[in-house]
């Protein structure tokens, strides 16, 4: 079945994009009465068909509605440094958003290199990713955030900080109770200085190991979001 991306239906009735549109029309080649599913990133899947094939206006009608489709026991947001390599960060967000992620927000640390992110092609590797993987809910993409400013947020939850400073720390699945929401801060390939650890442990953070291997930033990223999806299975 052909899945499509539509945030801003509401009505019975509902016309594509043209860029979807075009897609499913001209790409797919679908016709009147073709089956086709549709997400809001919202939590709502959509069951529909075709009833006016237009390549730049093609008109569906929904025939089912299921909410909370997919909805899991926590939330998980996820804080990380954008590393140089910008296709390494994007690899990131595809598979974080695969695995199941609700908030991300790349963060501006003391020994960050990346200063400056695109959101716009961004978002369209989150809804690419939320597609392939059959996602009601859309993760949310916060803008590029200082360090010093995110950690001061209040937050609903349990709260990490994952570094390679050589310390006793529990590991993130040992600490982390199932179920809990979750926040997690992943540092820029330098780590994070020690000013930035030990300001999260004042603000209640607690510090955790991702495993015994020295992670890239992604990796270190991925293995967290791995991590409280499989325990909250």
Known sequence: MH???TPDISEETYTLDEIESKHCIKVLRLNTGDQIELIDGKGTFYEAKIIDPNPKKCKIEITKTIKEFGKRN????I???PTK?????EWFLEKATEIGVDEITPILCDRSERKIIKLERLEKIIISAVKQSIKAY???LNSL???SDFVKLNFNGSK???HCEENEKQSLKTSYKTGNNALILIGPEGDFSTKEIELAKILNFHEISLGQSRLRTETAGLVACLTINLRSE
Request: overall charge positive.
């Open 74 to 77: 926590h939330y998980l947001h």
């Open 160 to 162: 990490y900080i994952a």
């Open 3 to 5: 899945l499509f991306y």
């Open 145 to 147: 955030t200082n360090y």
């Open 138 to 140: 859309k993760p949310k």
């Open 85 to 89: 390599n910008m296709d390494r960060f």
């Open 79 to 81: 804080a990380i440094a």
